[in-house]
Structures are given as structure tokens and as C-alpha cells.
């Protein structure tokens, strides 16, 4: 079957996904064709090969064009995934990412489901990494999904609530019960984002399953520059008959 294993040696965030897949062969004007699917405006995509510790990489980036959005809830970034044209499969999967997410927060804050709201310019970025992640997975066939331990950096990241040990605390809500580690990298590796994608769609965690067979390798760069490449490596290629990508019950 059809599968892609996300290497995630130097974290993983949204638009590091989205990079990947532009680097793997997916045309950036296919992956803006299918997200003015979406009922949101206000944004444009860009795109650009960029080098990272001598690794090329896509580098993919959300340029507001539209500075006021309004603050979004989790219902509704549902109901515009409903009312999109995708497929079922992009559908209930970034729903599913999407529902992921905000339980992790909400659990974080101490609030009800329906009081996480995803504000302004970051629930942009959000919904465009999420979606255009179910786009990829849909784009390339993938039936399955693998993740390797995730490295998530270390130190402290600012937010809005003020500065936050790495991995923030709705990320750590999403890391429980996956591999994970933190190295002498500081900086926060993997965002909320890259978490709720990893952990949503993936199947297995750990090293790249014995037998698979990689027929492509693309990456993905992330916006910082470290010691080592800020970039997400993924394989895709065919693996063994097993657990196919989830769908939304």
C-alpha cells in the first residue's frame, strides 16, 4: 500500500508538511486551486526552494493580505470544511486534526470545546496547514501513515499567554502516549500544528518500518536556522498491508 513516513529529526510543523509535499512533487498550483475550496480569504500562498544546513527544501509561508480575520471556534472551522467541495477523506480528516487540536487546548486552558477559539491570523495558518495536509495525503494516495520520534527542541517559546517551556503544554497534551525527545537544539521544533497531523494521521511511531520502499524523498523547511537542517525529511513509498489513514467516525 501506498505510505509515507514523516522523519522528524528536527520537528515538524504545518507548513513544514506542506513544504514536503511541494517537494515531493505536488504543484503549488494545485495545492491553491483545491484550498480556494474554502470559504476564507485574505491570505495568499508562498512558496520557494530555500537551503537549509546544504539541503534544499521547500519553505512555504501564509502572507496575510487582509490583516483583520475573524476569531474563529472549532465549530466554526468545521462548518467551512463542511460546506467545502473536498472529499470525504480531505473532509473528515482535518476535521479530525482539527478536533485534535482543540481538545488538546481546551484541556491545556481548562475551558469546554466550544470556548477555544483559533484568533485571527493564526487560524489562518491553521486551517491552510491542516487542509493542505489532508490535500497532500489525498494528492499522493497515501494510505498510511508512519512517524519517527519526534524531536520537539527545548527552552521556552512566547505565545500569547505569556513564555512557555518546549514543547508548549497543548503540544505536550498531543505528544502523550508517542515517542519524543529534546536534544541540545533550542527552540521550539514542533508546533501544536505539526503535532495535531502527526498524531492525528499516524499509525505507528518509531523507526521506518522494516520492509517499506521509498520511491521519493522531499523536504520541508521550517523557518528557523539551526545547527542542524530545520527541515522535515518524508518518504514516500510502499509498505506492508495494515492500518490505512483515519477517517472522522
Known amino acids: 500500500m501506498r505510505a509515507i513516513y514523516f522523519d522528524c529529526f528536527s520537528g515538524i510543523s504545518g507548513n ?26 485574505g491570505y495568499k500562498l508562498e512558496a520557494k526552494k530555500v537551503s537549509k544546513q546544504g539541503i534544499s527544501a521547500y519553505h512555504v509561508d501564509v502572507k496575510m493580505r487582509k490583516w483583520f480575520q475573524p476569531s474563529r471556534n472549532l465549530h466554526d472551522i468545521i462548518k467551512i470544511i463542511q460546506d ?7 473532509k473528515q480528516g ?8 482543540g481538545e488538546a487546548e481546551a484541556k491545556v486552558h481548562g475551558v469546554g470545546l466550544e ?10 495558518d491553521a486551517i491552510v496547514d491542516i487542509v493542505g495536509a489532508m490535500i497532500g495525503i489525498e494528492y499522493f494516495g497515501i494510505e498510511a501513515v508512519y ?15 505569556g513564555r512557555m517551556p518546549v514543547p508548549a503544554p497543548a503540544t505536550a497534551e498531543l ?12 527552540g521550539e521544533l514542533v508546533t501544536p500544528t505539526g503535532a495535531a497531523i502527526a498524531t492525528t494521521l499516524g499509525s ?12 521519493r ?26 492500518e490505512t489513514v483515519p477517517s472522522a467516525q
Do not use: W
Open 175 to 186: 505528544l502523550k502516549g508517542v515517542p519524543f525527545y529534546s536534544a541540545d537544539i533550542t
Open 204 to 215: 505507528k511511531f518509531g523507526p521506518l518500518p522494516e520492509g517499506f520502499l521509498a520511491d
Open 16 to 41: 513544514m508538511v506542506l513544504g514536503a509535499f511541494l517537494d515531493a512533487g505536488m504543484p503549488l498550483e494545485y495545492l491553491q486551486q483545491e484550498l480556494n475550496k474554502l470559504a476564507v480569504s
Open 84 to 90: 467545502s467541495t473536498f472529499s470525504d477523506q480531505v
Open 217 to 242: 524523498i522531499a523536504y520541508g523547511a521550517g523557518t528557523m536556522n539551526l545547527d542542524i537542517a530545520n527541515v522535515l525529511r518524508i518518504y514516500l513509498g510502499m509498505a506492508a498491508e495494515e
Open 94 to 101: 482535518a476535521i479530525k486534526i482539527f478536533t485534535r487540536l
Open 147 to 161: 512517524v519517527s520520534p519526534l524531536h520537539v527542541g527545548s527552552g521556552f517559546v512566547k505565545c500569547s499567554h
Open 115 to 124: 470556548k477555544v477559539h483559533f484568533h485571527e491570523v493564526g487560524a489562518v
